[in-house]
């Protein structure tokens, strides 16, 4: 049995790192952050957000997520629901309320059927582009780019990388979590790269696979004719 939030603030302290940016990185708010770094877990709405943000949270300072869960569930999530207030009976909805959803229903349904017919029709038409503004995931965005693209991939468990075009002093051009599955491009042919976890990211430059050594916090320098990797 270990102390969870004695440990989540040790690791952090350890890598110098502030509330904001970890709210930045994360998407979890600041207060959130601290209450778990002092178990104060009815301060969270529930116990899903609970298991997520704690999740999140280890993962982002390089931790076991799931060594965190564990210890979460076997202290505290028994005591925790025992003294949950008994459960609300759900209200009949009245009659009256019931023609209002089924228009809304009807409503919807006409709007997907729509989007279908112009989808299709977008597609069916001699000449037209085989892009649908809004249509197709991440994965799609590096089409509209010519030149050297550096393209981000996740894979695992996903991982946070902030991208600066030519130098570490450069402007971010790109920062956020890659979840797994997910693909960003960026246009360029130098960047300086920080990655939290680089087993959760695999990249290429200009088709070339990118080697990332197996280090937290990595920071790395790529051209599409070297990758160096860079201290502090």
């Known amino acids: 049995m270990f102390e969870i ?17 970890i709210e930045l990185a994360t998407k979890i708010r600041a ?3 601290r209450a778990l770094e002092e178990e104060d877990f ?3 709405p529930g116990d899903a957000y609970i298991r997520g943000f704690l999740r999140s949270y280890a993962e982002y300072l390089g931790l076991d997520g799931d060594v965190y869960l564990d210890e979460y569930a076997s202290r505290f999530i028994t005591s925790w629901r025992d003294e949950l207030p008994p459960r609300a009976e759900r209200r009949r909805i009245r009659t009256r309320e019931r023609p209002i959803q089924r228009r809304t229903v009807l409503f919807v349904l006409a709007g997907i059927a729509l989007v279908a017919i112009l989808v299709f ?4 038409i001699p000449g037209s582009s085989t892009h ?6 991440k994965h799609e965005q590096h089409r509209q780019f010519s030149g050297p693209l550096l393209v ?9 990388v902030e991208v600066r075009h030519n130098s570490r002093s ?6 956020g979590t890659v979840e797994p599955g997910e693909t960003n491009a960026i246009p360029g042919n130098r960047f300086y790269l920080l990655v939290r976890r680089p087993s959760g990211l695999r990249i290429t430059l200009d088709g070339r696979p990118v080697s990332l050594p197996a280090r937290h916090n990595l920071r790395i320098l790529v051209t599409p004719k070297r990758t160096t990797r860079l201290r502090g």
């Open 5 to 21: 939030g004695n440990s989540l603030r040790e690791a952090r302290e350890r890598q110098g790192l502030g509330y904001p940016e």
């Open 31 to 33: 207060k959130y952050i």
């Open 42 to 44: 009815t301060s969270i």
């Open 121 to 124: 029709a977008a597609f069916s």
């Open 132 to 137: 649908v503004p809004g249509v197709g995931g």
């Open 152 to 160: 981000l991939h996740g894979v695992g468990r996903g991982t946070y």
């Open 170 to 175: 450069s402007k971010v051009s790109w920062s």
